[in-house]
């Protein structure tokens, strides 16, 4: 069942478990991606410093260096689309943080799970963030 698209989907802590390993997945490309898009774009900006209208092999490289770019972005974005897809929200690509609607003790809340942690332990309150993070009482799936 959908949820109206600017309801919140919220999620059971089993749920929330469930979608670990495609998240998991999602940031075993995310991570690298975001790496290579940084070091095209410090290339492209080391030729565009380099660039004058008399260097045709330069503006060459520059323009094939900015298609790439632009492929590699376009391809990052279609893996945040598919976290965003999950009902997910992805707070930081570096760090692999996630969060996740929930209810704790009737309240909405994001429930918090960090790539590397094996299940959603963790909770905060939605305007706080990862270091205000508290751990989930068994009882509050």
Not at 27 to 33: H, N
Not at 45 to 64: H, S
Not at 104 to 128: R, T
Request: negative net charge.
């Amino acid at each position: 069942m959908s949820t109206p698209l600017n309801e919140p989907k919220l999620f059971a802590l089993s749920q929330a478990n469930k979608m670990i390993p495609v998240l998991e997945g999602i940031f075993k490309e995310l991570i690298p991606l975001k790496r290579t898009i940084e070091n095209q774009q410090a290339e492209i900006d080391a030729l565009e410093i380099i660039l004058d209208e008399n260097t045709p092999k330069v503006r060459a490289e520059l323009f094939e260096k900015s298609r790439e770019f632009n492929e590699l972005v376009d391809e990052f974005n279609d893996w945040i689309k598919q976290v965003e897809h999950t009902g997910a929200i992805l707070k930081d690509v570096d760090q692999g943080l996630v969060d996740f609607y929930g209810l704790v003790e009737g309240k909405m809340v994001f429930l918090c799970w960090k790539l590397g942690e094996p299940i959603v332990a963790h909770w905060h309150e939605i305007g706080s963030g990862f270091a205000q993070r508290k751990e989930i009482l068994q009882k509050e799936s």
